[in-house]
């Protein structure tokens, strides 16, 4: 595997920044940020805990699943992800309490359900086109 420079402090510790969150996701990681002195699972990550202004965060990797909570089919997509339509965005409320907006991915053919178990997979960084960065998405459970 590529080496991955994170962003990182004074310290050595990664920065709680999306940008090292979709580094995570490189390596095939779903990661989190807690608060060290409230405990707040904190995602996407933030550099402070949006409920005791702490910037006391330390990463936490995810378990990944969860159960979709709402979905949307996207039919008529902005033009960079014109190749994928019709696909499903949704909001997936995971294991560990918090909820990450992404997409749905199913089998065509195949309908979103609210409520269906959902497991994350990755995707590497396209070679062109926006963004480039890599990508997280959700897909059943039991059709992995
Ligand atoms: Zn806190």
């Known amino acids: ?3 991955i ?3 990182r402090d004074e310290r050595g510790e990664i920065y709680p920044t999306i940008e090292n969150f979709y580094k995570f996701c490189g390596m095939g990681k779903l990661m989190a940020v807690r608060c060290s002195r ?6 996407p990550p933030r550099p402070m805990c949006p409920e005791c202004y ?20 996207v039919y008529v997509p902005p033009k960079n992800f014109a190749s994928k339509s019709p696909y499903v965005i949704g909001i997936v409320r995971l294991v ?5 907006p992404g997409q749905i991915v199913v089998d065509r053919g195949e309908k979103a359900e609210v409520g269906m178990e959902l497991s994350v997979d990755f995707e590497s960084a396209p070679a062109e086109g926006w963004p480039q960065w ?11």
């Open 38 to 43: 409230c405990g707040r699972l904190i995602l």
């Open 5 to 7: 420079a994170f962003l």
């Open 134 to 144: 890599p990508r997280y998405f959700f897909r059943p459970v039991d059709r992995k």
């Open 96 to 100: 560990e309490g918090v909820a990450l």
């Open 54 to 73: 702490s910037t006391d965060l330390g990463w936490v990797q995810l378990s990944g699943r969860g159960r979709l909570e709402t979905y949307s089919e």
């Open 1 to 3: 595997m590529e080496e």
